[in-house]
Every structure is written in C-alpha cells, then in structure tokens.
C-alpha cells in the first residue's frame, strides 16, 4: 500500500482523521492511463470535497488576541484607557463606581474556534487572573476560561475554544469592568 497523504484537522475539539490510501496494485495495474488519470482525479476530488464539506479547509492556527492589564483596566479593551493608582483590590472596586459612566469599551468580535488570550500584567503590583465566559444564561451552556497567578510584568495564555454567542471578559482579581465580546461567523 502506499500511503498518499494524511491530514489532521482540528474543529471545536473535535479531530477529524483522514488517511487516504492507495493500494499498490490499483496504481501498477494494467489500466490504460487514462483510466488511471480518471481515478485519481475522482479520487483527489472526493478527497478535497471531504476535507471542504466539514467547514474545515486545512488546519487552522488559533487566534492570538493580545491584552495588557494596568490597574483596574485591561488597556486595549478601552478607547481612552486611562491611568489610575491602585495597591489593591478594593481601589479597584472604588474607581470602577467612580468611573464606570465616563468609559467607553471597544467591542471585541471573534470567529468562533480556538482562541488564545495572551495577557500580561504591565504594571500591577499584585498578583492578577483573567476570565472569559458567556453573558446571561449564555454562562451556563458557553465555554469558558479562568485563572490566577499572573504577577506584575509576567504573561500567561488563556485558551478557550470559542463558540457562536455574547460574552464578557475580565479580570475579577484586578477588578475590571466586564468588556463585551461577541462570536459569529
């Protein structure tokens, strides 16, 4: 047998194998070649529509989306960050109910499928987390990702496998507001 080509793909966690394989003997046979041009091109269609038909095309690399935390703020989530003074959780807690009329958000659309969130906490003189999930009930029957241990000039990767809906992200530890994110296709 020989072996012609084999793909991984990946679509929502979930793998899709395919193993294409020609016998030996159908390639050497004694078919005319134009028959055997037929074949293969059939055979390479049926290949290409099957990899196509699941939404998937080769591979996908996941997103990187790039954010960067100061104080009671994650920076590119806001269109005129601003610059506040926080030693602690409860600063935050007080500048958000001082400032949340006056910020305005950047909305954040992604398509759906594994996602990274590469965060660094720029400035921070405590130890900060991050958290996506979904908005509503959308908490409940969405994916979701969250974690700690992120100390000041430091970047950790979050992934998540997004799905189509409405959700929020932010950090509960360095409290932020919830920032909008929305996944469609």
């Not at 390639?27 to 290409?48: D, G, N, Q």
């Not at 591979?59 to 920076?75: A, D, G, H, N, R």
């Not at 954040?108 to 400035?123: A, H, S, W």
Request: hydrophobic share 35%.
């Amino acid at each position: 047998m020989i072996l012609i080509g084999l793909e991984a793909a990946v679509n929502g966690g979930r793998f899709f194998w395919i193993l294409l394989v020609c016998c030996d003997s159908i390639i050497k046979s004694a078919l005319k070649p134009e028959v055997k041009k037929m074949w293969l091109r059939s055979f390479l269609t049926f290949v290409l529509i099957s990899l196509f038909s699941v939404g998937q095309g080769w591979s996908k690399e996941p997103v990187v989306v790039e954010l960067s935390q100061t104080p009671c703020v994650i920076v590119e989530a806001e269109r005129n960050p601003e610059h506040y003074d926080s030693t602690n959780h409860d600063d935050c807690v007080n500048i958000n109910k001082l400032t949340k009329d006056r910020r305005v958000f950047r909305p954040l659309k992604l398509k759906p499928g594994k996602t990274i969130f590469r965060v660094t906490n720029k400035n921070v003189p405590y130890e900060l987390g991050f958290w996506v999930r979904g908005k509503g009930l959308g908490r409940v029957t969405l994916p979701s990702v969250s974690g700690g241990g992120l100390r000041e000039g430091k970047t950790q990767d979050y992934v998540i496998d997004l799905e189509p809906g409405e959700y929020f992200y932010s950090c509960p530890l360095n409290p932020t507001p919830n920032y909008p994110l929305t996944v469609s296709e």
